[in-house]
């Protein structure tokens, strides 16, 4: 059973940081590519990043490029998300995916079979 797992959301401070988390298990994690979407209230889940299947490649959406940095740890099948510089309209639910079929870096919400359960992340001004 595929699971994704994130973790370190939380309240902070506008232009402070935090460092999403996503475990995954139940999955050969080397073979999929990895993204991290949000979600605001009312909103369309949007892309935030992803990552290729080796790390060699990552593509971010225009609002958080110079600001978020994605990344993945194959020893221990986790990809991260270090998120900088904050601004209040990061406020949102945070979303790991995996993407074993397309295997890129897409930016759309099909392209990838399995989901986490979302971590919220607000950040205050």
């Known amino acids: 059973q595929v699971q994704l797992v994130e973790s370190g959301g939380g309240l902070v401070q506008a232009g402070g940081s935090l460092r999403l988390s996503c475990a995954a298990s139940?999955?050969?994690?080397?073979?999929?590519?990895m993204g991290w979407f949000r979600q605001a209230p009312g909103k369309e889940r949007d892309f935030v990043a992803a990552?290729?299947?080796?790390?060699?490649?990552?593509n971010y959406a225009d609002s958080v490029k110079g600001r978020f940095t994605i990344s993945r740890d194959s020893a221990k099948n986790t990809v991260y998300l270090q998120m900088n510089s904050l601004k209040p309209e990061d406020t949102a639910v945070y979303y790991c995916?995996?993407?074993?079929?397309?295997?890129?870096?897409?930016?759309?919400?099909?392209?990838?079979?399995?989901w986490g359960q979302g971590t919220q992340v607000t950040v205050s001004s």
């Open positions: 995916a995996a993407d074993h079929l397309v295997g890129g870096t897409s930016t759309y919400t099909r392209a990838y079979e399995y």
């Open positions: 139940g999955l050969t994690f080397s073979t999929y590519a």
């Open positions: 990552i290729s299947r080796s790390g060699g490649r990552t």
